[in-house]
């Protein structure tokens, strides 16, 4: 928790001109190396380090350190704006460096005297050695020096013109895309006639040398040309029509991408996306309950758990199998039955509002967990064994190319444009005008004659339905159910996509799933620390841009706008002492 | 046959009787008007006829109908609609949809038909957007439907607030401070709209008001509460003169003092 | 202009599909009532008429059943004063309690080296109060932290907003504690003399161990402090006035903020205690043991009527009890192979059937459905 005990950035320092300056670095500074420092107590500096960004050059862990010093001279320059001399500046971000990297290097000082492991597991030697570059504790200077140095280097680049500026930028950043991504292009590149560039370009974890220096020229050169906001205000150049002709080849080559995206992957990264695949129907579905009707279902694993428990008991061919049906067959039925328990769970949940229908719905989910790896069902649901031997949909040879998970890649893609069309539809019918009435104003919404009862079920049952159809795709993804693969945490996932997406935007959830799920999938480093991410973005997401990143057309300003004046936290924003 | 009739409510919040044993008739076609002091009971009044609130006592009837134990959605299929004193739009939609979300009630198709949008549907969203629209033009926002509600002036908002109450299509419209924050030229074109409501519409009307000159501008009768309980009632000379009144709004002793001074 | 309809009866205009509906869920909740009410009553009487357990079980699952309630109810408090005051459900409580058990254990660990825990009962006395006074100093730190960065920018938000942020922060602290010190389970450290039976005239009937005393007798102790402070110290009357009406309290001269604050501190010093007496008690914890007791202490919260502070405390044992006694009670006799299992479910239907039936709870007034 130390990352968050500085003052936030909104308090303007009350100092005079001469020393502001100096106030600004030391708190920048100081706010800075208490991230540092949590980065560094939570291990994730540690655990980056075994994965390297350039070979022999720079790890990840290192990256981690180098972002936080330059982001304390960054911040201290962009706060002091043209209120301080560039000589000020400069050195301002040195004295926030410093400060910053001070912090480690008492770190490091302390865990020489004390064994600091006793408590945090990270403060080991290995993570001394990442601060002071090899040197142990007796380098404990080194991490303020370097932090100096960074941190008065950033707040030189933030100096300079600005092309000049957003070249050097985007183009470090574009080496850091094509370290972390480096794996995921080499592989493709390696069976193929760009073997030999793919070895000179890409170690074989992240880049090497060569290869970062062409990365950051790439960007370097490249970004400044192709500027987001400069082709995003040309595209608003382009008149309607225009506008509609080149969509149309655009969204034909996007769809040719996504059809195809399975043909170059390996069996790793094929089960990685036919998982994005499966949250990103699971996230339509939600999307529903959620995005558009307002009820905050923490329960939606329930659903997803009687899908995957319905296809694994009528399709298994193993212990607990009822019926060996096909997978096709079975579908229809988890899903029906999944909007029956969407009703049924539904039903008492009618007259609750928000936080109260989050935790009964919370609770909803762990009695279904807890229920499915209880003795009392075991004769029938295998207890924490679960159901196994569950067969894939498409019964193929085993060197078929819908062998592995890429059938069920392409059959939650089909299920999820389906999903996607429903949504899209029922939000412009009279229904979805009525859910979105309920979540902005469930008591005006039935005073005009809402059913408050039949459309809240109604949203329920739909979200549960797909809830069900993710469960069973995932049932036959995974070949098996366990009570544990309903943990709380499936229904968490699928709420921070939809956050981190933009409720009620279909795109978002895409964007949202391919972030939340497939990262941390990709880059094993970071699936270690996959919820403390999710429970920061999700706070940051709240606090900045609560509409999400590609919010729905309604949902921008609803999000922001203060709630209802009746609201008595409202009122008392005006006469509170701020 | 009195068209609302309210007889002995009572409502209690813990231990203040915030309406108490209120009998109350409001006969089809008329401009009513409820009016007194700040924390009389008028909003309570209103929320326990439009079933927002259950009252402990008493029965309200709508056009022959036990309303007091309906929830509110079922007391709107019945004809009543309001609006409310602190504007309560769904900010976050467009105008057009404001209107089109009081239409819900009259729509019949199914979600699975909206889905798969058949011929009824397309043909029901066709009716109700010209009809909304109709009534975006009847309240004076023509041309403004595709704006988002929360970004209308404060005076639309409140027109916007009536379109949507009418295409509920009611017979009992309640209008909690229709004319609130309003300026002396928005607040005539606002009474002219509600004498319209009742002329052109035949929408029987019953409004909370502040604004003294307004209510005694359209008023057809007047109702009088203090303290949750009716202390007059009649036109408005009537209530001018009333002592109870003039009592309950200056003070005790003043309607002595006024009458001393004549 | 619009035609008006011709009037129809509500018959009329109501489908048929609502009717029915308004029937089935009538007949639903019937249904829910009966089952529940089937289990507890026959349940119990076959239990009881089969009589496989002594009355030495039954009274141990009580006595277990009071130390556990006196745990959820500590941390109801907090549920409920936050509720009070800002109308939110602080959703990261629970982890603040899981912190404070991390704190309360290093501490331990501490003083366990130092012998201060098993030198006499005295000593270990003493060494649990400076655990217990460690655990709240931390959560309390950790919940003003969490306030600051989390609630305070969105109090004027809407109220799906701040929960989400809420359970942002409730992810963010359980993976913080597990960076910091790794997923694995740690053994709180063991003080021999609260194993110890109490050997006293009267009590020993009960078949009290120590352990039960200090860990009754030290929440009762916190929850008496806390109701005094609320009732009858400056602080107390600021954050009642606060609760009742933010707007008028500011006019009083209030500050709102400081407040909503000391509640915020004084909720999470209760739960950080609650950790410390749930470490002492099931003697292990990790970094998600804070998540089960947090939903457990709000249905707690809910059960005594969520806002009022004597109700949490009522909920808090009554759910220990239900959830001590319940399995064996009302399941066991139906069957049920390891009733024990099961008794989460026990929690969480209690939360669900009095969120239906009576969302007031036990001692609450019945709060208002609209969102003013």
């Given at each position: 928790?130390?990352?968050?005990?500085?003052?936030?950035?909104?308090?303007?320092?009350?100092?005079?001109?001469?020393?502001?300056?100096?106030?600004?670095?030391?708190?920048?500074?100081?706010?800075?190396?208490?991230?540092?420092?949590?980065?560094?107590?939570?291990?994730?500096?540690?655990?980056?380090?075994?994965?390297?960004?350039?070979?022999?050059?720079?790890?990840?862990?290192?990256?981690?350190?180098?972002?936080?010093?330059?982001?304390?001279?960054?911040?201290?320059?962009?706060?002091?704006?043209?209120?301080?001399?560039?000589?000020?500046?400069?050195?301002?971000?040195?004295?926030?460096?410093?400060?910053?990297?001070?912090?480690?290097?008492?770190?490091?000082?302390?865990?020489?005297?004390?064994?600091?492991?006793?408590?945090?597991?990270?403060?080991?030697?290995?993570?001394?050695?990442?601060?002071?570059?090899?040197?142990?504790?007796?380098?404990?200077?080194?991490?303020?020096?370097?932090?100096?140095?960074?941190?008065?280097?950033?707040?030189?680049?933030?100096?300079?013109?600005?092309?000049?500026?957003?070249?050097?930028?985007?183009?470090?950043?574009?080496?850091?895309?094509?370290?972390?991504?480096?794996?995921?292009?080499?592989?493709?590149?390696?069976?193929?006639?760009?073997?030999?560039?793919?070895?000179?370009?890409?170690?074989?974890?992240?880049?090497?040398?060569?290869?970062?220096?062409?990365?950051?020229?790439?960007?370097?050169?490249?970004?400044?040309?192709?500027?987001?906001?400069?082709?995003?205000?040309?595209a608003?150049?382009?008149?309607r029509?225009?506008r509609r002709v080149t969509a149309v080849p655009l969204g034909g080559v996007l769809l040719l991408l996504v059809l195809l995206l399975p043909l170059?992957l390996?069996?790793?990264?094929a089960q990685v996306v036919a998982l994005i695949a499966l949250y990103v129907l699971m996230g339509l579905g939600l999307n529903i309950t959620l995005g558009l009707a307002g009820l905050l279902d923490l329960g939606f694993v329930a659903f997803f758990a009687v899908g995957a428990y319905t296809v694994g008991l009528l399709t298994?061919?193993?212990?607990?199998?009822?019926a060996?049906w096909s997978f096709w067959a079975a579908v229809p039925v988890a899903v029906v039955i999944a909007m029956l328990f969407g009703v049924v769970l539904g039903l008492p949940l009618l007259g609750m509002r928000g936080d109260y229908l989050a935790i009964a719905t919370l609770g909803f989910g762990?009695i279904i967990r807890?229920?499915a790896?209880?003795?009392?069902?075991?004769?029938?649901?295998?207890?924490?064994?679960?159901i196994?031997?569950i067969p894939k949909p498409l019964d193929v040879?085993?060197?078929?190319f819908l062998?592995g998970p890429n059938q069920i890649y392409y059959i939650a893609l089909a299920c999820a444009a389906v999903i996607a069309f429903v949504a899209w539809r029922l939000r412009a019918s009279r229904l979805g005008r009525a859910w979105i009435a309920i979540r902005e104003d469930e008591d005006v919404a039935e005073a005009l004659g809402v059913n408050l009862v039949q459309t809240k079920i109604l949203a329920y049952m739909l979200g549960a339905a797909f809830a069900g159809l993710g469960g069973a795709i995932f049932a036959s993804l995974y070949g098996?159910v366990?009570?544990?693969s309903i943990q709380l945490l499936v229904s968490i996932n699928v709420v921070a996509i939809i956050i981190v997406g933009g409720m009620g935007s279909i795109p978002g959830v895409v964007v949202g799933a391919i972030v939340l799920i497939g990262l941390p999938e990709?880059?094993?480093?970071?699936?270690?620390?996959?919820?403390?991410?999710y429970?920061?973005v999700l706070?940051?997401m709240m606090?900045?841009r609560p509409e999400g990143l590609i919010p729905s057309r309604i949902g921008r300003q609803e999000m922001h706008h203060?709630?209802?004046?009746?609201?008595?936290?409202?009122?008392?924003?005006?006469?509170?002492?701020? | 046959?009195?068209?609302?009739?309210?007889?002995?409510?009572?409502?209690?919040?813990?231990?203040?009787?915030?309406?108490?044993?209120?009998?109350?008739?409001?006969?089809?076609?008329?401009?009513?008007?409820?009016?007194?002091?700040?924390?009389?009971?008028?909003?309570?009044?209103?929320?326990?006829?439009?079933?927002?609130?259950?009252?402990?006592?008493?029965?309200?009837?709508?056009?022959?109908?036990?309303?007091?134990?309906?929830p509110?959605h079922?007391?709107a299929h019945?004809?009543?609609?309001?609006?409310?004193?602190?504007?309560?739009l769904f900010s976050g939609m467009s105008t057009l949809d404001n209107v089109r979300v009081g239409a819900h009630q009259h729509l019949r198709t199914s979600w699975i038909q909206g889905v798969l949008q058949t011929p009824a549907v397309r043909d029901e969203e066709r009716r109700t957007t010209q009809e909304s629209l109709?009534?975006?033009?009847?309240?004076?926002?023509?041309?403004?439907g595709h704006i988002q509600a929360s970004?209308?002036?404060?005076?639309?908002?409140?027109?916007?607030?009536?379109?949507r109450?009418?295409a509920t299509?009611?017979?009992?419209?309640?209008?909690?401070?229709?004319?609130?924050?309003?300026?002396?030229?928005?607040?005539?074109?606002?009474?002219?709209?509600?004498?319209?409501?009742?002329?052109?519409?035949?929408?029987?009307?019953?409004?909370?008001?502040?604004?003294?000159?307004?209510?005694?501008?359209?008023?057809?009768?007047?109702?009088?509460?203090?303290?949750?309980?009716?202390?007059?009632?009649?036109?408005?000379?009537?209530?001018?003169?009333?002592?109870?009144?003039?009592?309950?709004?200056?003070?005790?002793?003043?309607?002595?003092?006024?009458?001393?001074?004549? | 202009?619009?035609?008006?309809?011709?009037?129809?009866?509500?018959?009329?205009r109501t489908g048929l599909t609502e009717r029915l509906l308004d029937i089935g869920i009538?007949?639903f909740?019937?249904?829910?009532?009966?089952?529940?009410?089937?289990?507890?009553?026959?349940?119990?009487?076959?239990?009881?008429?089969?009589?496989?357990?002594?009355?030495?079980?039954?009274?141990?699952?009580?006595?277990?059943?009071?130390?556990?309630?006196?745990?959820?109810?500590?941390?109801?408090?907090?549920?409920?004063?936050?509720?009070?005051?800002?109308?939110?459900?602080?959703?990261?409580?629970?982890?603040?309690?899981?912190?404070?058990?991390?704190?309360?254990?290093?501490?331990?660990?501490?003083?366990?080296?130092?012998?201060?825990?098993?030198?006499?009962?005295?000593?270990?006395?003493?060494?649990?109060?400076?655990?217990?006074?460690?655990?709240?100093?931390?959560?309390?730190?950790?919940?003003?932290?969490?306030?600051?960065?989390?609630?305070?920018?969105?109090?004027?938000?809407p109220r799906l907003v701040?929960l989400i942020?809420?359970i942002?922060?409730?992810?963010?602290?359980?993976?913080?504690?597990?960076?910091?010190?790794?997923?694995?389970?740690?053994?709180?450290?063991?003080?021999?003399?609260?194993?110890?039976?109490?050997?006293?005239?009267?009590?020993?009937?009960?078949?009290?161990?120590?352990?039960?005393?200090?860990?009754?007798?030290?929440?009762?102790?916190?929850?008496?402090?806390?109701?005094?402070?609320?009732?009858?110290?400056?602080?107390?009357?600021?954050?009642?006035?606060?609760?009742?009406?933010?707007?008028?309290?500011?006019?009083?001269?209030?500050?709102?903020?400081?407040?909503?604050?000391?509640?915020?501190?004084?909720?999470?010093?209760?739960?950080?205690?609650?950790?410390?007496?749930?470490?002492?008690?099931?003697?292990?914890?990790?970094?998600?043991?804070?998540?089960?007791?947090?939903?457990?202490?709000?249905?707690?919260?809910?059960?005594?009527?969520?806002?009022?502070?004597?109700?949490?405390?009522?909920?808090?044992?009554?759910?220990?009890?239900?959830?001590?006694?319940?399995?064996?009670?009302?399941?066991?006799?139906?069957?049920?192979?390891?009733?024990?299992?099961?008794?989460?479910?026990?929690?969480?239907?209690?939360?669900?059937?009095?969120?239906?039936?009576?969302?007031?709870?036990?001692?609450?007034?019945?709060?208002?459905?609209?969102?003013?």
């Open positions: 928790m130390t990352a968050v005990t500085a003052p936030p950035p909104t308090v303007a320092p009350i100092a005079s001109a001469r020393d502001l300056w100096l106030s600004v670095a030391i708190r920048t500074g100081l706010i800075a190396g208490a991230t540092a420092l949590y980065l560094c107590l939570t291990g994730i500096v540690p655990t980056f380090d075994s994965r390297p960004l350039i070979r022999d050059v720079i790890t990840l862990g290192q990256v981690a350190l180098v972002v936080a010093f330059m982001a304390a001279g960054l911040g201290t320059a962009i706060r002091l704006g043209t209120q301080a001399s560039p000589g000020r500046t400069v050195l301002g971000g040195t004295v926030a460096g410093l400060i910053a990297g001070a912090m480690l290097s008492a770190l490091v000082l302390l865990g020489s005297v004390v064994d600091l492991r006793a408590m945090f597991l990270h403060a080991s030697p290995a993570l001394w050695n990442v601060l002071t570059f090899e040197m142990g504790t007796s380098g404990f200077w080194v991490p303020a020096a370097v932090g100096a140095v960074l941190g008065g280097l950033a707040a030189a680049i933030w100096l300079l013109p600005g092309a000049l500026r957003m070249s050097l930028l985007a183009g470090l950043a574009m080496v850091l895309v094509m370290g972390l991504f480096a794996g995921l292009l080499r592989a493709p590149m390696l069976s193929g006639p760009l073997s030999g560039l793919a070895r000179q370009l890409f170690a074989a974890e992240g880049l090497q040398p060569i290869g970062a220096l062409l990365s950051f020229a790439a960007g370097a050169i490249l970004v400044p040309l192709f500027r987001p906001s400069r082709i995003r205000a040309r608003q150049r382009l008149s029509e225009q170059g390996g069996p790793f990264v298994s061919t193993g212990e607990y199998g009822i060996q762990e807890i229920l790896g209880s003795d009392l069902l075991k004769p029938w649901l295998g207890g924490p064994r679960g196994t031997n040879g085993p060197d078929s062998a098996s366990f009570p544990s990709l880059f094993r480093e970071f699936s270690e620390y996959r919820f403390l991410f429970g920061a706070i940051l606090r900045f203060d709630a209802a004046e009746d609201d008595p936290l409202t009122a008392t924003a005006a006469v509170e002492p701020s | 046959m009195a068209l609302l009739e309210v007889q002995g409510a009572t409502k209690r919040f813990g231990g203040l009787l915030a309406v108490q044993a209120l009998d109350f008739t409001l006969e089809a076609g008329m401009i009513a008007s409820v009016i007194g002091p700040n924390g009389a009971g008028k909003t309570t009044f209103f929320n326990c006829i439009a079933g927002f609130y259950r009252i402990d006592e008493g029965r309200i009837v709508l056009d022959g109908h036990e309303i007091h134990r309906l509110s079922k007391i019945l004809g009543l609609s309001r609006t409310y004193q602190n504007i309560r109709r009534l975006l033009e009847y309240v004076g926002l023509k041309g403004k970004n209308l002036p404060y005076g639309d908002q409140r027109r916007l607030e009536i379109a109450a009418l299509q009611p017979r009992l419209l309640l209008l909690d401070e229709p004319t609130a924050g309003m300026n002396p030229a928005e607040t005539h074109e606002m009474t002219d709209l509600i004498r319209r409501l009742r002329d052109d519409l035949g929408i029987t009307i019953l409004l909370i008001e502040h604004e003294m000159h307004v209510v005694m501008g359209i008023s057809d009768r007047i109702t009088v509460l203090d303290y949750g309980q009716r202390i007059a009632e009649g036109d408005a000379n009537r209530i001018q003169r009333d002592p109870k009144v003039i009592e309950a709004y200056l003070g005790k002793g003043a309607a002595a003092a006024l009458a001393a001074e004549d | 202009m619009t035609p008006m309809q011709t009037p129809t009866t509500w018959a009329e009538a007949v909740l019937w249904a829910f009532r009966i089952i529940v009410l089937f289990v507890v009553v026959v349940g119990s009487l076959l239990t009881l008429a089969r009589g496989r357990y002594s009355i030495e079980v039954w009274i141990d699952l009580i006595v277990g059943g009071l130390s556990l309630g006196a745990i959820y109810a500590l941390i109801a408090l907090g549920y409920t004063m936050v509720y009070g005051i800002l109308r939110m459900i602080n959703f990261a409580h629970g982890e603040i309690f899981m912190v404070g058990a991390f704190a309360g254990f290093f501490t331990g660990v501490y003083l366990a080296g130092t012998g201060l825990l098993t030198a006499s009962p005295l000593s270990a006395v003493v060494g649990i109060a400076i655990m217990i006074l460690m655990a709240m100093a931390v959560a309390a730190l950790v919940a003003l932290i969490a306030e600051r960065i989390a609630y305070r920018p969105l109090r004027n938000a701040l942020s809420a942002g922060v409730s992810f963010f602290l359980q993976y913080t504690v597990r960076g910091l010190f790794g997923p694995g389970i740690y053994a709180y450290p063991s003080v021999p003399f609260l194993a110890e039976p109490v050997d006293l005239p009267l009590l020993s009937i009960l078949r009290l161990k120590w352990l039960d005393v200090l860990v009754i007798g030290s929440a009762i102790g916190m929850m008496l402090a806390l109701y005094l402070f609320v009732m009858r110290s400056r602080a107390g009357t600021a954050i009642r006035a606060v609760s009742e009406d933010k707007a008028t309290a500011a006019l009083m001269g209030i500050d709102v903020n400081r407040a909503i604050v000391t509640t915020f501190a004084i909720g999470a010093a209760m739960a950080g205690a609650a950790g410390v007496l749930y470490g002492l008690m099931f003697r292990q914890i990790f970094f998600f043991s804070g998540f089960v007791p947090g939903i457990k202490a709000f249905t707690a919260a809910v059960l005594g009527g969520i806002g009022n502070i004597p109700g949490a405390m009522v909920g808090g044992f009554l759910l220990g009890e239900l959830e001590s006694v319940g399995p064996t009670l009302f399941l066991d006799g139906l069957g049920v192979p390891s009733p024990n299992q099961l008794k989460d479910v026990i929690a969480f239907t209690i939360l669900v059937l009095v969120l239906i039936f009576r969302p007031q709870g036990i001692m609450g007034e019945r709060l208002s459905r609209s969102r003013a």
